[in-house]
């Protein structure tokens, strides 16, 4: 079946700095890959969806000039967190849309954000 | 997207069949039941989806009502490893959309 890598799968980083996430489609090409944030003991929220090649739209409440998403090719998208500050600590996960995939969408393993 | 009630937390003896239910009694005629489970720190798994028959792979059967207002995911001999927040998702099959996940129904399986 579809496979979604993500990397890395988890990173501390210092508050004010920036971490690049990166999500990849190994064996299908993805237009679309969505972003999602997950807190504790949350379900998963939708932070932007990702189109090759044009501008990422976010979802309200989500700064864009704060998270900013790159989907360059058809089989990589990229977020990354500008200044992270503490509370930008969170689990991280993309997903692609494959159109063959039997559920539509696969997800990636998942980022572990601590910002410290 | 129809939206979907699921109780928040089940038990489920090791061995034993697992009966997850979901409501979802706003649900249009072209929308399909989706499930999808997520092991703690790890990324949503698909399982199974179906739109109006019974429907069963190698993971799982899903069993919806006549009326489609309500389904249940049926883990047929349950096992450690299937502890996970399981969500039931409805949506039209195909279409472009991000998936919108509720708070779904954290399954224990115990020894």
């Known amino acids: 079946g579809a496979v979604v890598s993500q990397h890395p799968s988890w990173v501390i980083c210092k508050s004010g700095t920036s971490v690049k996430i990166e999500c990849r489609s190994l064996d299908f090409q993805a237009t679309t890959m969505f972003w999602y944030r997950q807190f504790p003991k949350q379900s998963l929220m939708l932070m932007a969806t990702?189109?090759?090649?044009?501008?990422?739209?976010?979802e309200q409440g989500v700064e864009k000039d704060k998270f900013l998403i790159n989907h360059a090719s058809l089989t990589l998208s990229t977020l990354t967190v500008t200044s992270a500050h503490p509370e930008d600590s969170s689990f991280y996960i993309c997903s692609a849309r494959d159109q063959w995939d039997r559920g539509g969408y696969t997800f990636g393993s998942g980022t572990r954000l601590t910002v410290v | 997207d129809a939206k979907t009630t699921q109780p928040p937390s089940m038990d489920c003896a090791e061995g034993r069949a697992a009966n997850l239910p979901c409501n979802h009694s706003?649900?249009?005629?072209?929308?399909?039941v989706y499930w999808y489970r997520q092991i703690h720190s790890q990324g949503p798994q698909y399982i199974i989806h179906g739109l109006k028959n019974n429907e069963t792979n190698e993971m799982a059967s899903l069993i919806i009502t006549e009326d489609r207002k309500s389904s249940t995911l049926i883990l047929p001999h349950a096992t450690l490893r299937d502890t996970a927040v399981y969500y039931c998702?409805?949506?039209?099959?195909?279409?472009?959309?991000?998936?919108?996940f509720g708070k779904g129904t954290k399954l224990s399986v115990k020894p």
């Open positions: 990702s189109n090759e090649g044009s501008k990422a739209t976010y």
């Open positions: 998702i409805v949506r039209v099959d195909g279409s472009q959309g991000n998936l919108i």
């Open positions: 706003t649900i249009s005629g072209n929308e399909y």
